[in-house]
C-alpha cells in the first residue's frame, strides 16, 4: 500500500497541466524563475508559485534562493528519464492547430532537435545513436553498454567520462517526438556537452530546441557518417565516406 500511495501520489502532481509544463519547460537542463515559469504557462504568479511549492515538495524540483528570485531545477537526471518516459508512453495526442508561422517553426525546431536534460534529443540525438551503434561505438549485444571503441573515439574528441557510479555510463531514452531511442547517461550528457562547447549545436532563444551549426554538421559526418542539413530538412543518411569513429579500431 505504501508503495501505491507513492505512486499515487508522484503521478498526481504531473496530473496538473501547469505542472506538467514546468517540468516540460525545465527538460532543458536550466534554471527558471517562477516568474519564468509563471509566464510560460500563462499563470499568476500566486498560482506558479503554488504549483512549484508542490514540485518541489514532491521531490520533483529542487530550488535556489538568490536575491529576491528563486530558481528552480529538475532533482536530477533520474527525474528528467522518467518525465521524459511518460512523455513518450503517453498516447499519441494530435498536434495543436499550427496557428502561426512562428508556432510552426517552434515545433519543427524541437522536433529536429532539442536537450532532453543534459543530453539530445529529436532527430539529431536519435541519429548521433543510430550511428553509434552502426560504427561499432555502441552495443547492444549484451544490454546497452559502450564499447571499447566508443571509449577511444570519446577520448579522441577529448571526453573523459566519470568512474561508474550511481549515474549509468550509458542509458536510452526513448524520444516523445520520434518514438525511438536516444542516449542518455554520462555519455549522452558528454556528447552533448561536447557539442556546445564544440560549437556544433547553438541554443535557439531561451527554450529546448536547438540549431545544428554547418561546422556540426561537418563534424558529425566526418566523426560518425551521419548527414543532416544543418536547416533541419529532409532525413538524415549515411556518408559515403567512412566516418572518423570507424577508424577507432
Known amino acids: 500500500m ?9 503521478a498526481s502532481m504531473l496530473a496538473d497541466r501547469t505542472r ?15 516568474g519564468e515559469l509563471a509566464r510560460h504557462a500563462g499563470v499568476a504568479m500566486s498560482t506558479a508559485s503554488e504549483h512549484a511549492d508542490r514540485l518541489v515538495a514532491g521531490g520533483l524540483l529542487i530550488q535556489r534562493k538568490q536575491g529576491r528570485h528563486r530558481y528552480l531545477q529538475l532533482a536530477g537526471p533520474e527525474v528528467a528519464a ?5 512523455s513518450a508512453a503517453g498516447a499519441p495526442v494530435p498536434p495543436a492547430p499550427v496557428v502561426s508561422m512562428a508556432a510552426a517553426h517552434r515545433r519543427r525546431n524541437l522536433t529536429f532537435a532539442r536537450t532532453c536534460y543534459d543530453h539530445l534529443a529529436g532527430i539529431l540525438g536519435v541519429s548521433i545513436a543510430d ?3 552502426t560504427n561499432g561505438l555502441v552495443s547492444r549485444a549484451h544490454g546497452l ?34 518514438r525511438r531511442s536516444h542516449l542518455a547517461g554520462q ?6 556537452r561536447h557539442a556546445f562547447d564544440a560549437g556544433w549545436i547553438v541554443r535557439i532563444g531561451t527554450g529546448r530546441a536547438v540549431k545544428l551549426t554547418p561546422s556540426g554538421a561537418r563534424a558529425l559526418e566526418d566523426q560518425l557518417g551521419v548527414v543532416i542539413d544543418p536547416a533541419g530538412k529532409g532525413s538524415p543518411g549515411a556518408a559515403p565516406a567512412a566516418p572518423a569513429a570507424a577508424r577507432h579500431r
Open 2 to 10: 505504501d508503495n501505491a500511495e507513492s505512486l499515487a501520489g508522484w
Open 20 to 34: 506538467a509544463a514546468f517540468c516540460l519547460a525545465l527538460m532543458d537542463g536550466r534554471a527558471w524563475t517562477v
Open 82 to 86: 522518467l518525465i521524459e518516459s511518460v
Open 131 to 133: 550511428a553509434m551503434t
Open 145 to 178: 553498454a559502450l564499447t571499447p571503441r566508443g571509449t577511444a573515439w570519446l577520448t579522441s574528441l577529448g571526453i573523459a567520462l566519470d568512474k561508474p557510479g550511481k549515474r549509468p555510463v550509458l542509458r536510452e531514452c526513448v524520444d516523445w517526438t520520434e
Open 187 to 192: 555519455t549522452g550528457a558528454a556528447i552533448c
